[in-house]
Each structure stands twice: as structure tokens, then as C-alpha cells.
């Protein structure tokens, strides 16, 4: 019922940046919070950031100072900006959202395919 698609991943250089895009499509009610998780190799997924519909944000320690995540409502999309990059940042970035399709219905988990991130020494 709703779709997410990633895109902005790639390869980067230490101390280099990228901006990572999310944009939610379907059948959406309200979206609410949205944001990106990441499963690096060796360790498990973790939420990186989310952020909710009134710009409420939270992040993993590890990320503060140098990502910010942003989300344009009217166009269900949300945004990481992710500077000053490190080698452990390397790993599969996934957007997720909790979504309704209709104002009576559950809030539902949504998850992006994917997109990669890797950060060289």
C-alpha cells in the first residue's frame, strides 16, 4: 500500500558527503515518523534517525554533528544529510516509515529497499 524509494548512496572518501532521499508513494493517510536505519557489516541494524510530521528529530550518538535528517510533508519525502563521513558509517541504508492509508487504519511499518553507503579509509 505504500512504496519507498532510496536513492543518494554511493562511494565516498572519509570526511566526504552524501545526501540520501526517501520518497514515500501510495495509498498514504499520514506518515509519521519517517527515517533511516543502517545494518553495517559485522553488527546489527540500527536507526541512524527519524524524524516526526512536527520536525521532531532523534539520532544515534554515533551520527550527531554530522547527519541531519529533514522531511518535506507535502511531498512524503525525507531526507539524510550525512557529512563529515567515517569508514564505520559503510553500510545499507534503508528508509522506514510508519504509515496510514486511511485515518481509521493501524499505522503500519514500510521499509525502502535499500541503498548503499560506503565510506573509504
Known sequence: QVQLVESG???VQAGGSLRLSCAASGSIFSIDP??????????QRELVADISSDGTT?????VKG???ISRDNAK?????QMN??????TGVYNCHAK???ASWG????????????????
Not at 58 to 62: A, G, K, Q, R
Not at 84 to 89: A, I, Q, R, T, V
Not at 108 to 120: A, I, K, P
Open 84 to 89: 563529515s563521513l567515517k569508514p564505520e558509517d
Open 99 to 101: 504509515a496510514r492509508t
Open 76 to 80: 512524503n519525502t525525507v531526507f539524510l
Open 58 to 62: 532523534n539520532y544515534i550518538d554515533s
Open 34 to 43: 519517517m527515517g533511516w536505519y543502517r545494518h553495517a557489516p559485522g553488527k
Open 66 to 68: 554530522r547527519f541531519t
Open 9 to 11: 548512496g554511493g562511494l
Open 106 to 121: 493501524r499505522r503500519r511499518e514500510y521499509w525502502g529497499q535499500g541503498t548503499q553507503v560506503t565510506v573509504s579509509s
